[in-house]
Structures are given as structure tokens and as C-alpha cells.
């Protein structure tokens, strides 16, 4: 990967979580150190794994809902299925910036293979702006104009392109937890998550492959998680029109996934809600 | 543990000497300042990270891609978890490695009521367990530090989902 080879020439990777365990210096010399002698196996009760648990994972990535419509017989991309809008970064209110956010770079993640690479563009532009009110650091900016540059002059080839996007979606953008708050990330992330669940679900209604819709669409934990940020202390609580929708459909998509099988109603009931959200945006 | 990949600056990183306490009063900074950690320690968790980055996009080569990456450091008997949604009919392949000072650093699955579904078997710093789910559900991965290297003190580490 160009850019990554570009990148680590030029700089450094340092931590970025303020959570871990305070960390004294390690021996990094580069013989091979014999490991400590063996510990039993370890199992970590209940109790301990929901104490622990870090939901930085918890979110799957729209690819990965595609990679998963493809395995449940569903013939339908979704980047066909990707409406060809600009969505305007011209908003205040941050958490409306971040679902924002979270759906364009759905839509960049998705059409990688097939957008004109003047859409992708304008995709990337978009998504700087948004993380840039964000408040990212220089560094994904940096990022963002050399793959834009690279994009321009056609040096890259669109499998790196597709990792490159995924290092950005899935590995990079999680930073801006540190530097513009912890919730940014989690709303990024919605607003992926609704982009690719509204594509899904219309897939599905369009295959009429309903039975499959237990394992593409039925996610209560991720909708739990979404709605702990959105309705979190601090928030902004100035009259938003998109949060609210926002909150509302989170409030349906909870109902509807505590339901222990989805049917047909329910599929097109995710899809209308999650479409009402996005045709806001 | 925080997602790998993020990036400074050498001269910015000559210039991590805030505390968390600092963070907390002047949020402000973190926006021109790196996050603060002893270079010892980043350099562990660096060289865990480009272990694990070498089999992350060599795996794309064989149509895997990342799902999600994030490093840290443990000291021994230490853990880390991460609460993960896994799509029935996706493969997943979970993996870490740890710096020079790790010894056996363990990754195990558990389903949703903690029960545990998969383990590595190996006994060294690499550990790696692949899972197919047979319905959609969330899983708790956990990465343990089961022993350290000689009189390491910690050690760094990185652990990656990939899916295809």
C-alpha cells in the first residue's frame, strides 16, 4: 500500500487510547526473547467479560453486510443500490455531523469498485469536511489528500483502494473517539450502520428473501449501543430535526429487534425507518 | 487498547509529556497534542502492530479484509475484551501478536452468554482461532497475556478481526 508505506516513512505510530494500563518502557530489541514458563489456561466468567467489554468492534462494517447479503444467497450489491446524492456538511448540530459522516463514508466503503472516480472524490472532500468539524487530527486529513491525490492521478489500483478505504473506515477513523469526544465514533458509526441496514433490507425486500433476514438485519445489541450515545449526558440538546428522527427510528429498530424472528412486515418496517432518517440528510 | 493506525509526527510525539489528568482539564490540547504513553511502551505496541499489519493485508490477497484493528499493552495475567457482532455465513479469523516481551498471549471466544466457543491452541505470542458462526449474534473476544518474556514487566500488543 502506497500510502501506508508513504505514511510510515514519514511518521510514527503512538497510542491513542488515555484507557489502558499505565505503561513503563519495554524491551523492543529485536533477538527473539524466550516466552515466561506456560500459565494455565484462563476463563473469564460473566461477570468479567461484561466489565471489560470494549464495543469499539461491536459495529460491523457496511462491507462486511455485504460480504454477508452475498452468503445468505442475495444477489443484489449494494452499491447499486447506493443513491448518487451530495450530502451537505452544513450543519451544526455535531451529532447530526458525525450520522452524517457515518453515511458517506458507507457510501464511499461501498462503491469503491464502481463510482467514477469523480464521485469518489467528492465523496472524500465530503467526508474531510465532516471530520474536520469534528475536530480529526491533521494526520487522517493527511490521509484523506493523499489518497485523493493518488485517486486523481489514477496510481492506485482499486483492490488497494479498497483496503485503504477499510483502513480508514475500520482502523482510522476510531481515533476521533480521542480528540473530538467519545461519542463521536459510536454515531459515525450509526449513521454507517443505518445506511448499510437500509440498503440491506431493501435487498431483501427486493429478493423476497425474508428467512435471511434473522441474520442480516436482527442486531439489538448494536441498536442498544447507538441509543446509549444518542440519548447520553451532554448532549447536545439543542431541537435537532435529524436526531430526533434519528432517536426515533433507533426506538423502532429496538422494538423490532427484540423480536425473536423478523418477518416481512418487520424487514420493510427497518427499511422505512432507517430511509427516514437518510432522506433527511 | 486503541485502534491501530493512528499516526503523529516524530516532533509531535517529542512532545507527549501530558498526563491523562492534563487531558481531562484542557481537552482543548488534545486536538494539537498527541496522546501521552512512554516511548518504551509505543514502541512495543508498534512492533506488535506491524506484525499484525503484515498479516491483515496479506490476507486481502486471499479476500479477507479487516473488520477491526487495535493495540495496547498488557502486563502478564492481564486481559483485554471486545464485544463484536459476527454475521452468520461470514468466516472471521481473530489474531494478535505481541511485541518481544510477550510470551503466551491467548485470544478466546465467547457467545453472548459467556460461554466459551473457541480458543487458540497455541502457546506463543501470535495466537489466531477462526470462527463461522451459524447464526448472527454478538460474541465477547478476549486476549489474555498468559505469561510474559523473562523479567518483561508488560508487553505490547495487537489484535485484529478480519472476515470473508
Known amino acids: ?281 | 487498547m486503541r485502534p491501530c493506525g493512528v499516526m503523529r509526527t516524530q516532533t509531535e510525539l517529542q512532545e507527549n509529556l501530558l498526563t491523562k489528568s492534563i487531558f481531562s482539564v484542557l481537552p482543548a490540547l488534545l486536538l494539537s497534542v498527541a496522546v501521552a504513553a512512554p516511548s518504551g511502551a509505543l514502541a512495543g505496541e508498534k512492533e506488535a502492530k506491524t506484525c499484525l499489519d503484515s498479516k491483515i493485508w496479506n490476507g486481502y490477497n486471499e479476500g479477507w479484509a479487516v473488520r477491526t484493528a487495535v493495540d495496547g499493552t498488557l502486563k502478564k495475567g492481564e486481559h483485554r475484551v471486545y464485544l463484536v457482532t459476527l454475521y452468520a455465513g461470514n468466516e472471521y479469523v481473530i489474531q494478535a501478536c505481541g511485541d518481544n516481551n510477550s510470551g503466551d498471549l491467548d485470544l478466546v471466544l465467547h457467545d453472548k452468554d459467556g460461554k466459551e466457543v473457541s480458543r487458540d491452541q497455541s502457546d506463543d505470542r501470535e495466537p489466531k482461532l477462526t470462527y463461522k458462526p451459524t447464526r448472527t449474534d454478538t460474541f465477547y473476544v478476549a486476549l489474555y497475556a498468559a505469561t510474559l518474556a523473562g523479567e518483561a514487566s508488560d508487553a505490547g500488543v495487537a489484535m485484529a478481526v478480519t472476515y470473508k
Not at chain 1, 87 to 113: F, W
Open chain 1, 1 to 281: 500500500m502506497k500510502i501506508r508505506a508513504l505514511a510510515l516513512a514519514l511518521v510514527l505510530v503512538v497510542g491513542c487510547d488515555d484507557k489502558g494500563p499505565e505503561k513503563a518502557p519495554t524491551n523492543t530489541t529485536a533477538e527473539k526473547a524466550e516466552p515466561g514458563p506456560t500459565a494455565p489456561d484462563k476463563t473469564l466468567s460473566m461477570a468479567e467479560l461484561t466489565a471489560a467489554a470494549d464495543q469499539v468492534a461491536l459495529v460491523p462494517s457496511p462491507a462486511e453486510m455485504q460480504r454477508s447479503l452475498s452468503h445468505a444467497g442475495v444477489g443484489k450489491t449494494l452499491a447499486s443500490m447506493v443513491q448518487d446524492r451530495d450530502i451537505s456538511m452544513k450543519v451544526e448540530n455535531k451529532d447530526q455531523l458525525a450520522v452524517r459522516a457515518g453515511v458517506v463514508l458507507a457510501d464511499l466503503v461501498l462503491t469503491v469498485k464502481e463510482s467514477p472516480k469523480e464521485r469518489t472524490l467528492a465523496r472524500l472532500t465530503t467526508l474531510g469536511v465532516a471530520l474536520e468539524k469534528l475536530g480529526a487530527g491533521s494526520d487522517v486529513q493527511a490521509v484523506i489528500t493523499d489518497l485523493k491525490k493518488e485517486i486523481d492521478n489514477g496510481a492506485i489500483p482499486v483492490d488497494d483502494l479498497v483496503k485503504e478505504f477499510d483502513e480508514l473506515s475500520q482502523v482510522m477513523v476510531p481515533e476521533l473517539e480521542y480528540e473530538a469526544g467519545e461519542w463521536v465514533v459510536p454515531l459515525i458509526q450509526a449513521g454507517s450502520w443505518l445506511e448499510g441496514a437500509h440498503l440491506v433490507s431493501g435487498a431483501v425486500v427486493e429478493a423476497g428473501k425474508f428467512d435471511a433476514a434473522d441474520n442480516l438485519l436482527r442486531q439489538p445489541e448494536v441498536v442498544e449501543y447507538f441509543i446509549k450515545y444518542v440519548d447520553r449526558e451532554g448532549a447536545d440538546k439543542a431541537p435537532d430535526e435529524v436526531v430526533a428522527k434519528l432517536r426515533e427510528t433507533l426506538t423502532t429498530l429496538k422494538t423490532v429487534a427484540s423480536k425473536p424472528s423478523l418477518g416481512e412486515a418487520d424487514v420493510k418496517t427497518i427499511h422505512d425507518a432507517t430511509g427516514a432518517v437518510l432522506s433527511l440528510l
